[in-house]
């Protein structure tokens, strides 16, 4: 099965927008003091994962379900199981680590994007002043009370080789303080030298557990 991780790893990068409003600034303080407080945090969930096989046209030619539980550190992954798989050569990777792809929120600093806010709706949309090839642009939405990060939504203006489609969706919680990722969405296409293909993942997380020192 194409290992969507390794993909969303290779496309997905921090983004960034101006800080030109009192809004953005006091939002981006909040997401770096969560930062913060979650460097040390323990926490575990379990996943469900559907990765459709796509044709041209978009039908779905084949699903696989995956079944995983992992355990981080901050953004480390420390422990991973694969409780099941549809996918019969899908690879265990016991105890491998790695990073939380979903965990690269905006920066809300970079004067090289342009960036509209609607304060009553808690919509920023954001779009690269001159994109490059790999640049993404879309939406942030956040609470306007408590200004906590809801959801990110984002698609690639110039799409970066071997990327031929991609669009995502990335949804958080709050959790005894703590931002954690919830629910994920991503449609993407891509042509290199040995592998082509289409997919649309969904993916769930469940079942959280945040692990206190005593």
């Known amino acids: 099965m194409f290992n969507f ?13 101006t800080a030109q409003d009192s809004t953005l600034i006091k939002l981006q303080q909040k997401m770096d003091q969560q930062k913060k407080a979650q460097k040390e945090l323990v926490y575990s969930f379990n996943t469900i994962t559907y990765v459709h096989k796509l044709d041209k046209q978009g039908g779905i030619e084949k699903t696989d379900t995956v079944r995983t539980w992992q355990k981080f550190k901050g ?26 792809e979903s965990s690269k929120l905006p920066k809300l600093t970079d004067p090289a994007y342009n960036f509209r806010v609607d304060q009553e ?11 490059k090839k790999g640049d993404l642009a879309g939406e942030l939405l956040y609470d306007p009370q408590s200004l906590e990060l809801k959801q990110i939504n984002a698609t690639m203006p110039k799409l970066k080789w071997p990327v031929k489609e991609f669009e995502m969706e990335m949804k958080f919680l709050l959790l005894e303080g703590f931002l954690l990722p919830s ?4 449609q993407a296409a891509w ?24």
Do not use: C, H, W
């Not at 991780?5 to 927008?17: D, E, G, H, N, T």
């Not at 420390?78 to 690879?91: N, V």
């Not at 042509?191 to 005593?214: M, P």
């Open 183 to 186: 629910e994920f969405r991503m």
């Open 121 to 131: 709706s808690g919509k920023i949309t954001f779009k690269p002043q001159k994109a």
């Open 75 to 100: 953004d480390s992954l420390q422990e991973y199981s694969l409780l099941y798989s549809s996918d019969k050569k899908e690879e265990k990777g016991e105890g491998k680590k790695g990073s939380r």
């Open 5 to 17: 991780y390794s993909f969303l790893a290779m496309v997905v990068l921090p983004i960034s927008v």
């Open 191 to 214: 042509n290199a030298l040995i592998s082509k293909g289409r997919i649309r993942v969904e993916s769930q997380n469940s079942d959280f557990k945040i692990y206190r020192q005593t």
